[in-house]
DNA sequence: TATTGTTATACTCTATAACTATA
DNA sequence: TATAGTTATAGAGTATAACAATA
């Protein structure tokens, strides 16, 4: 459980805090990020191990190093990540006879029905948070941050 | 540095990712956190402290419990975090005669000007991430994100 | 009994550097 | 020489449990 900002006794000044988008940004993905985690445990999966399931499902075949360029995720922190998928059979790693060195990463139908579940449960995640804002919200939502993490 | 997605190689289908609030929240929170985290590095400080001065100076012997409450820090975090203010004497910790277990907390002149440093590195920082949002857009991104935040 | 601050500890995510085996 | 994957390790941030001093 997180501790949240209190933001009702406004008996603290918390100065030029909420006009930060870093603040806002650091509050908003803590309180998501806690309810998608917590809305996951019952799959035993974290997000993302389920991102990683995601891009697999589209992507049969990916290298490690692609799926890392994907997700920003960098190689060395993939491997525990995938190794632990592998150990519970829900995804992986062939050899590659074309490249000895790479292997190709394939989801397995233990990997596709962990995937199923926790699909589900993020659908609901989203609905859940959507219902925060007015209609049309999370699209706008959703455009802004891309602006904000893309260059443009 | 972070290892951003590859939005461009459209090559890879990363399924439902892209519509996910937790995963553009991370993208774009990793990336504003990074470059803040960059920002700050001539002042000596990170994101948090600089909050916790910030909080400090609005708010003269505040207690640690009701810095932390504000912030949404708890309490065995917050001692690391003061302990580091108060050695580079940014901040100090002074007794409470009304109550004896808590500290009343002080930002000081070297932590008031660290702070006006600090303060202009983050504006600087807003405003570079606010060019890439359209006019008005970071009051309609904070309005959002404080949605999602906020229960209600 | 409850609360404030603290210690100790663990987990997740991110990061760098250096290695191996291939290419 | 460059690349794919790996190992080892470190730093932040967040989490829990248990304790001492005080209320």
Redesign the interface.
Known sequence: M??????R?AA??????????????????????QD?SAALEPVGLR?LQV?VL??L???PG?RQS?I???????PANLVPLIDELERRTLAERRPIPADRRANGLFITPAGSAAHAKA?AC?DA??VR??A??RAG??D???N?????????
């Open positions: 997180t501790i949240m900002p209190d933001t006794s603290i000044d918390l100065g030029d805090l909420p006009r930060q988008l870093d603040y806002a940004l650091r509050r908003a993905q803590l309180v998501l990020a998608l997000p991102a995601s891009v499902r589209g992507n990916l692609e890392g360029a994907a997700l920003g995720i960098r699909r993020i995640h989203e948070f959507a925060r804002l919200g999370k706008q939502l959703l802004l941050l891309g602006r904000l993490a893309n260059p443009a």
